[in-house]
């Protein structure tokens, strides 16, 4: 006999995480808190995912306030928190000792219930999180990542299930991270589930490709005791089933919610109205799209490439890069996507579809290839195997417990987040060991405050262009100056310490300048992103070709290359952000050499300033291959280095990349270590 449907509503993390990536505030969140607390959700998943990371990489917010508020604002509720195993929030496996610690913490700071699924569906992967989970009292639930492979069947999936169970699950999660879980396969899977387990089931499904409604309901008459919904206006696309829409098919059935449509409502129109705000990362993704069918995208994954790919000005490559996925995720072993494989396979299929395929392996990819994130589905592709042991310099795969390898970490990890700024706490060693290239930045900001989501909003006048009169800021030269604009499309001229600026008024509320010059040529970014910095001195005499700007774009870096000849005058300053087809520089006799001299700033406007780069110097320029982060050299400065050898570690699109020697010589760094970088900026030259 059926019983009565319990609902989790994911409003609170994996729908803005699915459409908006990740980047609803905090205090977005905490003044419908009240409401949702008193419906009568089995819970509320509110915080882990990809949360954790957009917090201190974008929001300037401590995750860990933020479990600490929703908790005290959702006493009758349990907030759900989605963990990757020995992964915890990372890109990595983490040692046991931090694995019980971050469980723990979790815990003590709010977390309910504990979602814990491994990318892999290796159970060595999930054990000691569980086991930590256990510890602390807590519900824990256990997820299987849910894909369509030849080597996944409902027999697998069962059998996967029985070895939840037996780790003392609470709970089984049939984890659908792309929307493939069809109705009456959803319908077979949780009645062979339900033959070899006698815990409830829960079913998290994303509407990418329409089918999820119909899923969640064949699911539920099989048997499965919760299904994951969304408020209905933050819902559908590649978010998820509306929780309005399930509680009116269920209601009067013997599988009733027993939830109230009213309150429901009202929630669903206080986020109709928050959606609003982060219209400028909505995913394009809005209806059904069954070409995720084959390439199994999740959700929160097309949401964020989505907006990596526009930020690359190269929007265009989408369909590109969902075909090569399939190929990307075959070779991998048919790897599920899902955090952090989800990434790995995604970043690598861009950089294939950008760089040609497999000509630059992330330190991720090889380290999935050779076993580092456990046992694959599959086999994967020999050829690519040998070549990641290769540069990985391992003679073989790994085969036993990835994590087993890994000695205690939590003693460093302690030192070096005080090192970096953390006030000592179990929680800022934890952030710090999460994201440790992004950590150090948040703790120096951290005081700031969080940004305020009103930042993320685009003016718009009713024609869909700039009102005449609107107040802008406009950053020349890394110093904010207020300009009251006129129409979209317009041009104004304005005037700074001598030096003339072409103002032009976008449609979007973009606005940009450029010097105003005769007979020169401008220099524009080819894709929205930071400037990191410019490798020669503003009135330099360049050539036709020269590396002069290096950029940041999808966490990777950039070239800028002259395309003249002359001297050049910069009119954007390293670390600002930029559009794309904005002008960076203007080259040639007619272009200006002297910046100008700095005016009085805008009201509240701050600047952004970095140390001039070093420039090349006549050797071998090495330049960034995309645009992120700086990591480090391999190598001393000054050493003598061989051709084709590693000399430089960059992170882009969250994942690591080599750069190598072209030429045999003595090195010279040109960027300093956690310094932005362009596509295309000299890193380093050698003689």
Same mark, same amino acid.
């Given at each position: 006999?059926?019983?009565?449907v319990k609902l989790t509503d994911l409003v609170l993390r994996d729908a803005h995480q699915s459409l908006h990536a990740t980047r609803m505030t905090t205090a977005d969140m905490l003044p419908v808190c009240d409401k949702l607390d008193k419906i009568g959700y089995f819970a509320l998943e509110a915080w882990g995912g990809a949360t954790f990371d957009s917090c201190i990489r974008f929001l300037n917010e401590d995750p860990w306030e933020r479990l600490r508020r929703l908790h005290a604002k959702l006493p009758n509720t349990p907030i759900m928190m989605l963990l990757r195993g020995q992964n915890l929030l990372g890109y990595r496996h983490y040692a046991d000792d931090v694995v019980d610690k971050f469980v723990d913490a979790a815990a003590k700071n709010g977390v309910g219930i504990f979602r814990i699924f491994d990318a892999c569906n290796d159970p060595r992967n999930l054990k000691r999180a569980a086991d930590a989970a ?34 003392? #699950? ?144 190269? #929007? ?150 700039? !009102?005449? $009169? ?57 894709? !929205? ?43 954007? #300053? ?58 480090? $050299?391999?190598? !001393? ?42 596509? $295309? ?7």
């Amino acid at each position: 006999m059926a019983k009565k449907v319990k609902l989790t509503d994911l409003v609170l993390r994996d729908a803005h995480q699915s459409l908006h990536a990740t980047r609803m505030t905090t205090a977005d969140m905490l003044p419908v808190c009240d409401k949702l607390d008193k419906i009568g959700y089995f819970a509320l998943e509110a915080w882990g995912g990809a949360t954790f990371d957009s917090c201190i990489r974008f929001l300037n917010e401590d995750p860990w306030e933020r479990l600490r508020r929703l908790h005290a604002k959702l006493p009758n509720t349990p907030i759900m928190m989605l963990l990757r195993g020995q992964n915890l929030l990372g890109y990595r496996h983490y040692a046991d000792d931090v694995v019980d610690k971050f469980v723990d913490a979790a815990a003590k700071n709010g977390v309910g219930i504990f979602r814990i699924f491994d990318a892999c569906n290796d159970p060595r992967n999930l054990k000691r999180a569980a086991d930590a989970a256990k510890k602390t009292g807590k519900h824990v639930q256990m997820a299987i990542s849910y894909a369509t492979t030849p080597y996944h069947t409902k027999e697998v999936y069962a059998d996967l299930a029985k070895s939840y169970a037996d780790f003392g #699950a609470d709970s089984i999660c049939i984890k659908d991270m792309s929307g493939l879980l069809k109705p009456f396969e959803a319908y077979d899977l949780v009645k062979a589930i339900k033959s070899k387990v006698d815990i409830p089931i829960e079913i998290h499904s994303h509407a990418t490709t329409g089918l999820s409604v119909a899923s969640l309901m064949k699911a539920a008459e099989a048997g499965a005791e919760i299904l994951d919904t969304t408020i209905s206006s933050m819902s559908m696309g590649t978010s998820h089933s509306p929780t309005e829409t399930l509680v009116e098919i269920f209601k009067g059935t013997d599988m009733d919610t027993g939830l109230d449509i009213k309150p429901l409502l009202e929630i669903a129109a206080y986020f109709r109205e928050i959606r609003k705000k982060y219209a400028k990362f909505e995913s394009s993704f809005l209806g059904a799209d069954t070409r995720i069918l084959d390439s199994q995208v999740p959700g929160g994954m097309l949401s964020n490439m989505e907006n990596q790919l526009k930020e690359q000005g190269a #929007a265009d490559k989408i369909d590109e890069v969902l075909k090569e996925i399939q190929i990307v995720q075959k070779d991998c072993g048919y790897i599920p996507l899902v955090t952090p494989t989800s990434q790995i396979v995604g970043t690598q299929s861009v950089f294939n579809v950008l760089f040609g395929r497999y000509t630059k392996l992330t330190q991720e990819t090889r380290d999935l290839l050779t076993g580092k994130y456990g046992k694959t589905p599959a086999a994967p592709n020999a050829d690519l195997v040998k070549e990641a042991l290769k540069q990985n310099q391992m003679e073989e795969a790994v085969t036993c417990r990835p994590a087993d390898l890994i000695p205690n970490e939590w003693d460093k990890m302690e030192a070096e987040a005080k090192e970096h700024g953390g006030d000592g706490s179990v929680e800022d060693t934890l952030t710090y060991a999460m994201f440790p290239k992004v950590a150090p930045k948040f703790f120096k900001e951290r005081a700031n405050g969080p940004v305020s989501s009103d930042s993320f909003v685009v003016a718009k006048a009713s024609s869909g262009a700039n !009102a005449a $009169g609107g107040n802008y800021t406009v950053n020349v030269n890394g110093t904010a100056y207020n300009v009251t604009s006129g129409p979209a499309g317009d041009t104004m001229s304005i005037n700074v310490n001598g030096t003339a600026y072409n103002v032009s008024f976008g449609a979007a509320g973009a606005v940009q300048t450029a010097p105003v010059s005769s007979g020169s040529v401008e220099l524009k970014a080819p894709v !929205a992103g930071t400037l990191l910095k410019q490798l020669v001195a503003d009135g330099a005499n360049v050539t036709e070709g020269q590396t002069v700007i290096m950029i940041e774009s999808m966490k990777m870096e950039l070239e800028v290359k002259a395309t003249g000849n002359g001297p050049i005058h910069f009119s954007a #300053a390293a670390g600002t952000a930029i559009t794309a087809g904005q002008v960076l520089a203007t080259i040639g006799s007619g272009a200006p050499v002297q910046a100008p001299v700095q005016a009085a700033p805008a009201q509240g406007a701050g600047t952004a300033s970095a140390a001039p780069a070093a420039a090349p110097s006549g050797g071998a320029v090495i330049n960034a291959p995309v645009a992120g982060t700086y990591l480090k $050299g391999t190598v !001393a400065e000054g050493a003598s280095v061989t051709a084709g050898q590693t000399i430089i570690m960059i992170e882009s699109m969250k994942m690591e990349l080599e750069v190598k020697a072209t030429v045999a010589g003595s090195v010279h760094f040109l960027v300093s270590p956690g310094s932005a970088i362009n596509a $295309g900026q000299a890193l380093a030259e050698i003689k």
